[in-house]
């Protein structure tokens, strides 16, 4: 086993916690807080530029002590195969406009609810994806840890990775998943479950919902010896108690650390998460904010985003916690444009909203346990973790 693999492993005995990587949320103030404290701080890099992830590294590791170096990493989103502008290529240009104009008939009555009845929906500006380049920047860097979500890594990219002195770790929604990631070599598997707030991690067609606590058994026998870290529902130390029983060498932590007095999250998004009259069952998975599936609150936006054809009788939010049409089939006459144009079409809406906190119409994610989140410090969380675990 590398030593880089044995560093990242004692340090899970010691203390079995990773901030879970969120865009916008897990900055590099709040990573270093996670590190400082002990645990794995994972910075999520996807949505940042070349330039703004090598600042953050920065950050990061001048805010760390020099005993928690070691103990942080980026976590990078795989872009679809035979990339054309970041939207998969599965899509031929006269499907994709279509749908592209399916959307924004979709969207423009938000639009103008929230902006008066004369705007129009702007044309979705795709950035294209910088990954290889991020990539290249965390071998430059020396970031410790690299994790992936949303797809996998060319066996050759994991190798160079890894001989470049980085720890590999990828994430999987299905034991399916977790196998095809041993065989492409990864040092580590993130297991995520059902209830993890955010964007779902799969990668085969159709969206996986198991749940944390029967995911993570299976995928650890599927991959033994390979590390497992559980991912979803887990926010205090009874979580991470139950994980490690389950054969987890460590918990990923997202929603409860969102909250904390450290998180550089949206006011507006705390509130939400921390308010008393919510209810455990708030949250849907839903693509209609990105067009990809993620879990969050159900506002007006999820309830009232309608399919295109009317003539579709069906209703996004179903009982059993599953947007019947959320799984993609080539061909369908979906109203959802492919990520990353649906978030694209959806971001200036969410600008808005934040300017005039309104919570309606923009995406919360949260995992399915956001009623244990706190406003307390990062350094009170993990306390409270270490009492259970008697460490």
Not at 20 to 39: D, F, K, Q
Not at 207 to 216: A, C, D, E, Q, R
Request: net charge neutral.
């Amino acid at each position: 086993m590398r030593i880089e693999v044995q560093r990242v492993l004692q340090r899970f005995r010691r203390l079995p916690v990773v901030l879970a990587p969120m865009a916008g949320v897990s900055t590099p103030r709040l990573v270093a807080a996670i590190c400082n404290e002990g645990a794995t701080g994972i910075h999520a890099g996807g949505f940042r530029s070349v330039m703004q992830l090598a600042q953050d590294i920065d950050e990061i590791r001048s805010l760390l002590g020099e005993e928690h170096q070691h103990a942080f990493g980026v976590n990078l989103m795989v872009p679809p195969e035979g990339e054309n502008g970041g939207v998969d290529d599965a899509y031929s240009k006269l499907e994709l406009a279509q749908q592209i104009e399916r959307a924004r008939v979709s969207v423009l009555p938000f639009y103008q609810r929230a902006q008066g009845a004369s705007v129009v929906v702007p044309t979705p500006k795709v950035t294209p994806s910088c990954y290889k380049e991020q990539v290249d920047l965390c071998l430059d860097k020396g970031v410790p840890v690299v994790t992936f979500v949303f797809g996998r890594v060319k066996p050759s990219e994991i190798k160079r990775l890894q001989d470049g002195g980085c720890v590999v770790m990828g994430t999987a929604t299905s034991v399916e998943e977790a196998i095809l990631l041993r065989q492409d070599g990864v040092d580590a598997i993130f297991a995520q479950g059902a209830e993890a707030g955010g964007h779902r991690g799969s990668f085969l067609r159709g969206i996986h919902l198991v749940g944390t606590m029967s995911l993570v058994p299976q995928i650890v026998d599927a991959v033994y010896p390979l590390p497992v870290i559980a991912a979803g529902g887990i926010a205090d130390g009874r979580g991470v108690t139950a994980a490690r029983a389950l054969g987890a060498s460590a918990s990923a932590i997202g929603t409860a650390f969102l909250t904390s007095n450290e998180s550089e999250a949206q006011p507006l998004h705390k509130r939400e998460i921390l308010r008393k009259d919510r209810s455990e069952t708030d949250t849907i998975v839903t693509d209609v904010f990105t067009g990809k599936a993620a879990r969050g609150f159900c506002n007006d936006f999820v309830s009232q985003y309608r399919p295109h054809n009317s003539n579709q009788q069906f209703d996004r939010i179903t009982q059993g916690d599953m947007p019947v049409d959320i799984t993609r089939i080539r061909g369908e006459q979906s109203n959802v444009a492919p990520y990353p144009i649906q978030q694209a079409l959806t971001n200036p809406l969410k600008q808005f909203c934040i300017a005039h906190n309104d919570p309606t119409l923009i995406s919360m994610w949260c995992g399915q346990s956001f009623r244990l989140a706190t406003d307390n410090k990062v350094s009170r969380i993990i306390e409270e973790i270490k009492d259970k675990l008697r460490l």
